[in-house]
């Protein structure tokens, strides 16, 4: 079967062409002209590198998404922008997948697994301590949170409608925060890094987190699996570390970092009288920190991969022991 | 069919190019109680929407003739592609629209004097993104340079660190069809306005002589470097281009009895020379002045902080309301028309004299005689050239 992957030079991206590669399938890499592709070639290794393939042009050319998709059997659409401002993310996002939607619209793909993000959810209605999983409804105000969110948001919206019109056989994967070897442990689900110290909102919820390998089979699994059109799966470890957690791990690995630790119950306020803060200076501190975004990004939630356990035939096969010295060392 | 706005109610703005720069439009644009913005428009549906959703903006167009026949603006903000200027903004000043386009005006300065002569023609204004003119920290240079601290202005260093590791540097370094590649100066036509007008502030000749060399770092196909020497009948000038160094835009300005430095990240300005005492007593007295100045600039950051004043972009506020204004009395425009052709000008010179000097490079932009790129530039109709340009 021939796959064909985006963003698969980056860091989730290449891992999914290795399990694809080990599965025994025949992989095109969409790159960019400037991609490099050091990594994914040691990540694949040289004895599996000839199944892989590597077709560089522009996801918001048409032609270019059309040359890539002919003869893929499963698209797995891995790229996205991580960073920048609101038009640089739609820029590296949205755009690139309506062209690529369009192409397998017309080319007509068997299978299009689309990596999205636990994020995409409106988890500031749920109740504290609720329990997150693919029922809840994707956030229905995307402008008001971070960029990179709302880039995601609209950008699965593309996808779904695709689908909705019946010509997509799409698949949604959710991962959360996904971590790993030269990412480490830290992310803003824990709290914020101001000058060096990361600011830590509470130590006792559940991070929803997901190592990057078990990220990966999910994603190949969302490919494979017959009869799952149409459905959408959060993809987490079974064990989600709590923020004392991964700074224990840290610590262990002989990398301590500094933080400070203010309680879970002040983020809210603290959220709101910096929003108010920004709107009285007019943006002399830009809106990062909003309820809204605090909310969705910091309240204790309960989560699940049960679905994904289940349908996508798949199992996280490390133990966060493992997987948090593997991603510090 | 909406009317265009009284001279009691805000000025109706409308916005046409919604990439990187809009937002810094946007959010200084809600800041002026004259003004407000009624309508976006891109060519990507997704980056008018994304626009519209983050500012509240309830009208949002794909299509740049139905959103002035439509919302009837009074003024446009153009922010799209510099290769797209010329064509958008005839566009907006023959729907009788006034026009503030982002830096660089034109491609050229033919195309600059035709656009001001359209404006005049319909008895419009325009005005052209030279915005760091009206940064708190160089309207502070202005006012002491008028007072007489530096003697008479003799010479002006500016200088633009700019790392192509930055958001739009990478993208433009890692794409060979990025439209800034393909202006006539490549990455240079898109970045030296700003150093250059903040030394045509002082060097007023029309036609300067104009020394200008570009060159390519190791690791990349285009040239990523430029100096230009600048000689006026009294003032000279030197403007570095360098993506070597940190992001930062410095610049000095020498007089016959002072200098004086501009850091606009900052918003610093401080006095850096002459020595006031002879010998060694210059080694105590020169820091002991510097300690005292940054100590007086300290103390009115910290007011201005807590009078939430410090803002990136102010100087795109204070020109927007200065243009604002004058659209509403009559009034002379903040930028002059003769001034915008002046600078655009001068652009054209430098990227041919350093075209000139580097005629065995090949590469995009450069490679291209100034005629093809009138030629190319008179072709562009607004909607096919924006088609072309990403953010
Ligand atoms: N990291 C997380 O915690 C996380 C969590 C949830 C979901 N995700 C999603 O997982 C996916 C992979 O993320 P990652 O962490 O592996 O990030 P990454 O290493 O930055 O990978 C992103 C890839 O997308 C490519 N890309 C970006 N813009 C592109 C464009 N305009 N055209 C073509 N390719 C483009 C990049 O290409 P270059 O190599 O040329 O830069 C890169 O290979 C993304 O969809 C992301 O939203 C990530």
Redesign the interface.
Known sequence: MMMLVTGGAGFLGRRVVRELVREGCRVRCFL???TRIDDLRECVGTRDWHAVETFRG?L?DPDDCRRAVAGADIVFHVAAGL??????L??NT??PT?QLVAACETEGVKRFVHVSSLGVYGAGSLRRHALLDESCPVDPH??LRDPYT??KI?QEQVCREAFERGRLPLVVIRPGVIYGPGRGLLSNRIGLTLGGTLVRFGSRRPLPYVYVDHCATAIRQAGLTPGIEGETFNVLDDHLPTAREVLAACRRAGRPVRSLWLPESAIGPLSSLYERYSR?????LPAVLTRYRSDAMWKPLKFSNARARERLRWAPHLSFEETAQLSLA | MPERSTSSEPLKVALIG???I??AHL?QI??IRSARVIAVCDL?A??AE??A??FGIAARYNDPAEMLARERPDVVQIATPAHTHHAVARLCLAADCHVYVEKPFTLTAPEAESLLDLAAERGRLACVGHDQLFDPAWLEVRDRIARGELGEVRHVESTLGYPLSG?FGA?V?????HWVRRLPGGLFHNTISHPLYRITEFLKDDRPQIDARWRTRPGFNFPTELRVDLQGASVSGTLTFATTIASQRITRIYGTTGTLECELDGQIVRRIGPAPAPGAFAKLLTPWRQRREAARTFRRQLGR?AR????YFAGLKSLCERFYDAIRTGAAPPIPPAEIVRVTRIMDEIFETARQRDASTNWGGAERRGSEWKAIARDSRPAAAMRES??
């Open positions: 960019r002209p400037s522009d918001q960073s920048g401002g609101a038009a640089v739609f820029a949205v755009m309506r995307p402008h709302y880039s609209v009285w200076s007019e943006g002399q | 919604c990439g990187q809009a937002d959010q809600a800041r990507h997704d980056l994304q626009a959703a983050r958001q993208l370094a890692s794409d060979p069809r902080f939430g004043k410090i803002h990403l953010t």
